[in-house]
């Protein structure tokens, strides 16, 4: 299960005579090197923070003169456009991070979302994340920027990116529109990210105004972090019971 959210993730790991393959050629924009390739499926994840996809019930709300989407899809996010705030999408994280006037609009809008969305005083709080959206100037679906959320993520999280990407494809939120088409379900997008781009797979349903989110998926690596041993002294066992 996802610690952060308790949704079900199914995960997919390759094997060899019983043991994990961490070889391969599966890569990620941001990460170094290349390893054997684990793809997951992240179930259940509507709704894991506030019990529903739109804790508003709006698909968008204005906030200090800002459109927003506030979304709860495997992170609650407040979500926004780029060009909102005067931004283009494209800047680099360390450009972000300087940019204080930025964050001080940004952390005023994200306060008062949060209660709206149910979730309380969150000045100290990393949730609901904050999240920009613009359009794609790389060959992806779309250019992302995700905050932690108070500093700019060097690429882009993994549960920010399911609910990035579903607002994209979903009707009404301030995602609609920057897709040049809305492809067939399960979808798969490219979201660009200061380092690269992230696939994101979203199995979904739309007709009209109704929107359902079945799974989201992607693919991460299989890395041998480390392998050692733990030497404990023979006073330290003395007088217990070796069987128990």
Not at 111 to 128: F, I, N, Y
């Amino acid at each position: 299960r996802a610690v952060n959210t308790g949704a079900r993730v199914l995960a997919k790991v390759r094997m060899n005579d019983g043991s994990v393959l961490y070889d391969g050629d599966a890569a990620i924009d941001g990460v170094p090197g290349t390893a054997s390739p684990v793809e997951l499926q992240f179930m259940d994840t509507v709704g894991g923070a506030t019990g529903s996809m739109f804790p508003t019930r709006s698909r968008s709300d204005r906030i200090d003169g800002v459109d927003v989407t506030c979304m709860d899809v495997a992170m609650p996010m407040v979500i926004a456009r780029a060009e909102a705030f005067g931004l283009t999408g494209q800047e680099s994280a360390a450009e972000l991070d300087e940019n204080r006037d930025f964050f001080d609009r940004m952390e005023a809008i994200r306060l008062e979302a949060a209660v709206r969305m149910g979730m309380g005083d969150a000045s100290k709080s990393v949730t609901p994340k904050f999240g920009l959206l613009a359009s794609a100037r790389n060959g992806g679906s779309a250019a992302t920027r995700y905050f932690m959320p108070w500093t700019t993520h060097p690429s882009l999280a993994v549960t920010g990116s399911q609910c990035m990407a579903a607002c994209l494809l979903c009707p009404g939120t301030v995602g609609e529109g920057l897709l040049k088409a809305l492809p067939s379900a399960p979808a798969r997008l490219a979201l660009e990210h200061p380092m690269g781009q992230l696939e994101v797979v979203i199995d979904y349903s739309r007709e009209g105004d109704q929107f359902e989110l079945n799974w989201a998926g992607l693919v991460r690596t299989a890395r041998k972090l480390a392998e050692g041993h733990v030497f404990v002294p023979g006073k330290v066992w003395s007088g217990l019971d070796r069987d128990s």
